[in-house]
């Protein structure tokens, strides 16, 4: 019954992958034929149908605009990049996207050490450098072992120093990996999809408006009160 159960499972996993990929190479030919709609309406199809990956959200993000939407544009190219966060094409066209909107928000600079370890550290995700920390600190046992079996005073040599290389690696991977972590949980971002929204300096109506924001305007949530959410934006302000 189980095996039964599993290639059940297998076929229709199987078939959802083709209709998804048929859908895909459909949604594509509607782009290039310059039917921007229909395409969107072939790549939301699949997401809808549980698939997501870059390249899906970053045709989708592409289609629309050349639609000319900016917030939905902005949005998918910003879903791709937390899939590939150093793809300079995805990093092209959402340069493109955002100079469509009308807010101009400088973003706080990010010291140069500070974006160096960033940009390394978000070229894998969190179960990958967990996963690499575990296979150095394994690496480290193995080697630890050599040493104490065997007699030859070079390969104890080798086996010491690989030993803490390993060991160091691993420690840096683990350490990475808690960071990626860390970013991920901390990185709550939002596309302003209306047109022109108020933001008021309190959670309440009566409150006074702090500032107003445009379509495509790309903010971090903070918290959330109720219907109210606490936002900050790239320059800082809150």
């Keep these: 019954m189980k095996k039964l159960l599993y290639i059940l499972v297998f076929t229709l996993s199987t078939i959802a992958l083709s209709q998804n990929q048929e859908l895909f190479d459909q949604a594509n030919a509607l782009y290039n034929e310059g039917k921007f709609s229909d395409a969107v309406n072939k790549y939301e199809a699949i997401i809808k149908n549980g698939e997501h990956s870059a390249e899906l959200y970053y045709n989708l993000g592409n289609a629309h605009y050349k639609l000319n939407n900016i917030a939905p544009s902005i ?19 959402i340069a493109y996207a955002k100079n469509m909107t009308i807010d101009d928000i400088e973003a706080v600079p990010k010291l140069g050490l500070s974006r160096f370890f960033n940009k390394a550290i978000n070229t894998l995700s969190f179960d990958n450098w967990a996963t690499l920390s575990i296979i150095f600190v394994v690496g480290f046992v193995l080697l630890f072992v050599t040493y104490f079996f065997t007699f030859s005073t070079s390969k104890k040599r080798l086996a010491f120093v690989s030993g803490l290389g390993s060991l160091l690696i691993g420690l840096i991977c683990l350490s990475f990996a808690f960071k990626k972590q860390n970013l991920d949980t901390n990185n709550n971002p939002a596309i302003v999809f209306a047109k022109e929204t108020e933001v008021k300096s309190e959670p309440n109506m009566g409150s006074t408006e702090a500032f107003v924001l445009h379509e495509g305007t790309k903010v971090q949530v903070l918290d959330t009160i109720n219907n109210w959410k606490k936002i900050k934006l790239a320059d800082g302000k809150t």
């Design 75 to 93: 949005y998918y190219y910003e879903k791709a990049l937390q899939l590939k966060p150093n793809d300079k094409e995805i990093l092209n066209n």
